[in-house]
């Protein structure tokens, strides 16, 4: 079974900011854990599949959640980073989230560099090559792969609200975590 998240980048100010160890951070890394150990608490019989798009915020926060999970439960959860395009923290200015991103791309059980996919291919566009029209590629690919979409989401348009948008479009199954009420 596969999970993927969305969800909002630190700046947003329902969000704990960039510091983890916010008592907002916290309490929303601990609601995905929670999340994600109720799927599979419902699904005794499957792996969880856990994907992610590498970005900051809710996105790292969410691969740290099911990393956690993973030394709990071994054999029932996988991690998958779906990757915009190779070097994607080139463009970050913080070590420690860019330390962040380059361990979890090595931890990992799957990187998916989303743009070398065909389907998911900008035409005329490099591969390895930043273009904002590729979050929405990247978002794309991961509500394809999933049965579940948890969006921490607070209602807002935005790269969210339009993967929230298309996951209701081809009828996914969303959990909305509201970071309002967390």
Same mark, same amino acid.
């Given at each position: 079974?596969? !999970? &993927? ?37 419902? #699904?005794? #019989?499957?792996?969880? #599949? &856990? ?16 990393? !956690? ?8 959860? +996988?991690?998958?980073?779906? $990757? ?12 420690? @989230? ?9 931890? =990992?059980? @799957?990187? +998916? ?5 065909e ?5 005329? $566009?490099?591969?390895? $090559? ?10 794309m690919?991961?509500? @394809?792969? =999933? ?6 989401? @607070?209602?807002?348009?935005?790269? +969210?609200g339009? &993967?929230? #948008?298309?996951?209701k479009?081809?009828?996914? +199954? ?9």
């Amino acid at each position: 079974m596969n !999970v &993927c998240v969305t969800g909002h980048r630190p700046s947003n100010p329902n969000l704990g900011g960039y510091d983890w160890n916010s008592d907002k951070n916290q309490r929303i890394m601990l609601k995905l854990y929670q999340t994600v150990e109720d799927i599979l608490k419902e #699904n005794p #019989n499957e792996t969880i #599949n &856990c994907i992610e798009g590498g970005a900051l915020g809710i996105d790292q926060m969410f691969f740290r959640s099911c990393e !956690v999970l993973r030394a709990k439960y071994p054999d029932k959860i +996988t991690l998958e980073v779906a $990757i915009l395009f190779k070097n994607q923290a080139n463009k970050w200015f913080n070590k420690t @989230d860019i330390d962040r991103y380059y361990k979890q791309v090595l931890i =990992a059980d @799957d990187v +998916t560099f989303v743009d070398e996919l065909e389907k998911y291919h900008l035409k005329g $566009i490099e591969n390895e $090559i930043y273009h904002p029209a590729k979050m929405q590629k990247r978002n794309m690919y991961m509500v @394809d792969k =999933a049965d579940i979409v948890i969006a921490v989401w @607070d209602g807002s348009k935005g790269g +969210t609200g339009n &993967c929230v #948008n298309y996951a209701k479009k081809i009828n996914k +199954t969303i959990i909305k975590i509201d970071p309002r009420e967390v």
